[in-house]
Structures are given as C-alpha cells and as structure tokens.
C-alpha cells in the first residue's frame, strides 16, 4: 500500500510541474510562431523638378535641402530645378 | 487498512494549508498587496524604458545644439527644461478670455526666443526657430516622465491599487506617444519635413514652390497665385525651420487688408486618424482646421464670419508617431490628393475672379 500512497504524491508534482512548464513555455511558444517581421531599408529621397514644364526626378535627399530650395537649372528649358517634397521611401530588403 | 495511518497525516497537512491559504486570500488584503507590487514593477520597467528614451532624446538634442554653435548645450537643456511653464488663464471670467490666453501665449513665445537668442548669438531664424522645437521635445519627455514617476509614487505611498491600475492600463500609449516625441528630434535637428507639415506642403505646392511675396506676420509667410482664373492667396509658416506661425493672426490681417472680398477660405491640416482609419486618407467639411490652444482658431473663425465667407476644412489623417515623424511616401501621396482638392474646390466652388485664402496649417520644418 506504501506504493500506492507514494504515487499520489508523486503525481501530484508531476502535475504541478508540469503546468509551472507549460505556463513558462507560454509565451516562448507564442513569440516562435508570430510571424517575423520582413527586414526593411529606410532611405530619405527628395523628388526634384521644374514647375515649369512638369520634369521629376527622384533622388536621394542632401542634408540641408528644403522643400522649396532652388538646386539648378532645369535640362529641358530655362526654368529652374526646385525640391518639390522630402519623404521616407521603404524598400523591403530580400533576405 | 493499514494504509490510512499513513495518508490521514499528508491530508491533514493539506487541509491546513487550504486553509491557512483560504484565510490570507479570502481575509487579509495579501492579494492586493501582491497586486500592487506587480503593477508597480511593470510600471517601473516602462519608466526605465521612458527614462531611457529622454536620455537619448538629450543626447540628440546635444549633439544637434553642438553643431549649430550652442556653447554648453547640456546646460542650456538643463536651464531649459524645468522653466517656461504656462499657467492657463482663469476660466470661470470668459468674457476676455481669448484675448488673455493670446497675450500669454505670446509672451510665453518671446520668452523663450530670448532664452534661445542668448546662447545662439548668430544663427538664422530657421536654425533658431529648430533649436526651440528641439528644446520643447526634450522638456515634453521630461514632464511626461516627472508624471508618471509621480503617479507611480503616489500609488505606492497611499497603496491605491486602482490608481497603478489604471497607470498600467495607460502605459502603452503613454510609451507610444514618448517614442514618437523622441524619434521627431531626428527630423527636426536634420531638418527632413514632417507629417503635421502636410499643411504647408499643400499650399508650397499651390503656389508651385515659389518664393512668398511677403511676411504678413511674424514668422508667417504670404503667397499671391492664380488658379484657373481665381486669385488664390496662400498662407504658410515661415520655413524651413521648425516653425507653425500664427496662421489666425495673418488671416485676420489679410482678409481685413482686402476689405473682406474674399469668396472662400480653405485650411488645410493633418489631423489625428482613429484607430479604425486609415493614414493618408484625405476627407473635407466645414470649420477651421486647426489645433492650436485656441486664438488663432478663433481668430480665423471670427474673421470668416464677420465677413460672411463660407470657411473650408480639408484634412490629413495619420497617427501621432507619424505626425511627428518624417513624412512617408503614403502621407506624401495624400498630400498630393489634398492638393488636388483644394484644386477641385477652387474651381467648383469659387466663380472666375473670385478670390480664395488657403491657409496650410501645421509644422513647416524643411518646407521653405
Ligand atoms: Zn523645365
């Protein structure tokens, strides 16, 4: 009979243990199974262009241009190259 | 039988401690001290991660005052950041109230233009108007902190749980909202345009990024154009430091210098997007999209409705981070939606010859 008492016990905490387990493994499961999220490239580019007769380019962005900031001449005619817009292009990197 | 002598002892023990368990749990306030515990140390993990965003927000603040000619910048943070608070003015007088709020507003302004003007003796305004933005971020961080530190605090010493509680349930967006004021001292110090600048952007890109043909007011810039036959007036802040300018004021003085002939005034603003909305998305309606503490607010509305003239609203969805942040290639693209209708309701709602006032409200950092 001590073995049968002695198993009662010994369940018992296994039990215990096995949930304190499961309870820790949790959010371990949890962060494995998300999804990870895609490696992404931030570059600043400015679109520059004539008013005049509407030619863009895209470029990347130089420290201290503004939008507004005169920065040639236009190739196509004689009006001149202005910044038109600053913003943050992402490119999502292969990997 | 002759088991049970051996198991009445293990089930004794285990009834006591039920009930040892049962007293502490059902008759004392352990659960809630152990409760109160818990909320208090993830709210002191959010505030190391708080703490450590204001400090390297005054890293960045450092080295940007370094490199525009800041002597001592770390001291001029330091001098900065506890002072220049703002008392609201008495609320249960309104008659004058406007008036009042305007006059501390100002004087609160030309305070800490001379604060700034005295450690950064030659520099242009717009490096000027930057340094200021950068100063206010860091001084932002540091009362958002001195809060929570407070609440914090005040939850543990009176043990009022319900206070943690809620202070646990608030962190999230606090936290979100500080990542958002550090990260904006990047584009301000580089000087790269912002999300609330989509204001500005709009009208730059009305009057086809010309120079303005005058200052109306101080720090607030005047554009005369013609859109498809109506004479369109834009109103912008000057650029391109950081710099909002006082849209209300400069509308009040033109609308008055024209006698009060004009068909239609539009604004144009980012505004924050709910939960459910998508950033970028450009909607319209009526009023005065602005969001300042409230003069320059009422000071448009005023001036539209003392000469009758029917008041546009056209704004910007996005979240807080990116109002504060650089502008993203979405929020450009909505820019360019928002300027195609202030086109559109140009031409639709104005006859030729009319005259229209666009007034684009918001931060005009990089936008001339
Ligand atoms: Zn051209």
Redesign the interface.
């Known amino acids: 009979m001590l073995s049968q008492q002695f198993d009662l016990l010994t369940v018992a905490l296994l039990m215990a243990l096995l949930m304190l387990l499961l309870a820790a493994l949790v959010p371990w499961l949890l962060s494995v199974t998300r999804p990870k999220p895609k490696a992404v490239r931030e570059e600043v580019v400015e679109l520059v262009g004539c008013p005049v007769c509407g030619h863009e380019i895209s470029r990347k962005y130089e420290k201290g241009d503004y939008v507004g900031k005169v920065v040639g001449t236009c190739p196509r005619g004689d009006g001149a190259l202005v910044v038109k817009a600053i913003y943050v292009e992402k490119y999502e990197s292969p990997k | 039988m002759?088991?049970s002598g051996?198991?009445a002892p293990?089930l004794l023990y285990l009834l006591l401690i039920n009930l040892v368990m049962i007293f502490l749990f059902w008759f004392t306030d352990l659960p809630q001290r152990i409760q109160l515990q818990r909320f208090a140390s993830f709210v002191r993990g959010k505030l190391y991660v708080l703490e450590e965003m204001e400090a390297g927000a005054r890293r960045k603040a450092v080295a940007y005052l370094g490199t525009v000619g800041v002597r001592e910048p770390s001291k001029v943070i330091e001098g900065f950041v506890d002072n220049f608070f703002f008392i609201w003015p008495v609320g249960i007088e309104p008659t004058d109230i406007i008036r009042r709020l305007r006059h501390l507003i100002r004087t609160r302004e030309s305070s800490v233009r001379d604060y700034v003007k005295r450690v950064l003796d030659s520099a242009e305004r717009s490096v000027q108007y930057s340094v200021e933005t950068v100063l206010e971020v860091v001084s932002v961080l540091r009362l958002l902190n001195k809060l929570v530190r407070h609440y914090l605090e005040l939850g543990l010493k009176y043990n009022n749980l319900i206070l943690l509680q809620y202070l646990v349930f608030q962190m999230p967006e606090i936290v979100e909202m500080a990542r958002a004021y550090a990260n904006s001292v990047d584009a301000f110090a580089?000087?790269?345009?912002i999300g609330d600048g989509v204001g500005p952007?709009v009208a730059?890109?009305l009057v086809?990024?010309?120079?303005p043909q005058r200052e109306i007011v101080e720090g607030t810039d005047l554009y005369e154009v013609e859109v498809g036959g109506r004479r369109v007036y834009a109103i912008k802040a000057s650029?391109?430091g950081s710099n909002v300018g006082w849209p209300g004021e400069a509308l009040e003085k033109l609308v008055g210098e024209l006698g009060g002939a004009v068909d239609r005034i539009i604004t144009v603003d980012a505004a924050l997007k709910l939960e459910s909305e998508e950033s970028g998305e450009v909607v319209y309606g009526t009023g005065a999209a602005i969001g300042d503490l409230g003069p320059e607010k009422i000071a448009i509305e005023r001036i539209a409705e003392s000469y009758s003239i029917p008041l546009d609203a056209i704004l910007v969805k996005m979240s807080e981070a990116e109002a504060l942040g650089?502008?993203?290639?979405k929020?450009?693209e909505s820019?360019v939606k928002a300027y195609e209708m202030v086109r559109r309701t140009i031409v639709e709602k104005v006859k030729e010859g009319g005259t229209v006032v666009i007034v684009g409200v918001g931060n005009t950092v990089?936008?001339?």
């Open positions: 002759d088991g051996e198991t293990y580089s000087g790269v345009p952007l730059k890109m086809e990024w010309r120079e650029g391109p650089p502008f993203t290639k929020i450009y820019v990089g936008i001339r």
